[in-house]
Structures are given as structure tokens and as C-alpha cells.
């Protein structure tokens, strides 16, 4: 449980004086898209929608990334931002930061968007 580097928290820092309320409430809407809701809502759309095969491909491909993402980060347990100043909290998430379930979010629909 080691604490981001000090460079990467004054970024984060630094990042946060570009805070609105606009920007907060657009950035938590964007967080939806990488929400379990929103997954089983696309599962579903693509399974009866487009194919079930893709579906069910699609499924398997998510949970696989989830466990491994999990386990990835059980071996960095990096702390994430707001545990050290609780300041830069904007929404209740659980876990550790590294790696970022939203990257991998983005790298996964890349690559299935080439299956």
C-alpha cells in the first residue's frame, strides 16, 4: 500500500484547480460508462440487438478483463488520490487506483471493436 509518487499527486493536484461544478457533474456522468449498470445494459443491447454470439463473446471478454484487472491491482495496491486528501473526492469508488478500470475499459472496446 504505497502512496501515488509525489510528481503524479501534484498533477492531480494541479488538475483540480480546473474543478466547476459542470466538470464535476459531466465527469460523473462520463464514470456511468464504466459502471456495472451500464454494462449488463449493453450486454443486453448487444445480445438481442446484433448477435448473440457477439454477446456472449462480449460477456466472456468483460469478465475476464474484470478479474484481471482486480488482480493487477492487488498486486500494485496503489492508493488512490482522495485516501490521501480526501479534497480531491468526487464520487465513492472502492479498490485501488492502478491500473485504472477506465483505461482498461477503452483498450477492451478497441479490441473488440477488431473481433
Known sequence: MQ???LWEFNVIETIQHF???FLDGF?????FFDTYTYYFLLIGIVWVGYSYKFGSKFFFIL????FLNV?????FEQLRPFELDPNLKII??????????????SARFT???SI
Open 3 to 5: 502512496p501515488p509518487g
Open 19 to 21: 474543478r466547476t461544478p
Open 27 to 31: 465527469f460523473i456522468y462520463l464514470n
Open 63 to 66: 469478465i475476464i478483463a474484470f
Open 71 to 75: 488482480s493487477i491491482k492487488g498486486i
Open 92 to 105: 465513492d469508488v472502492s479498490g485501488y487506483s492502478f491500473p485504472s478500470g477506465g483505461g482498461q475499459s
Open 111 to 113: 479490441f473488440n471493436s
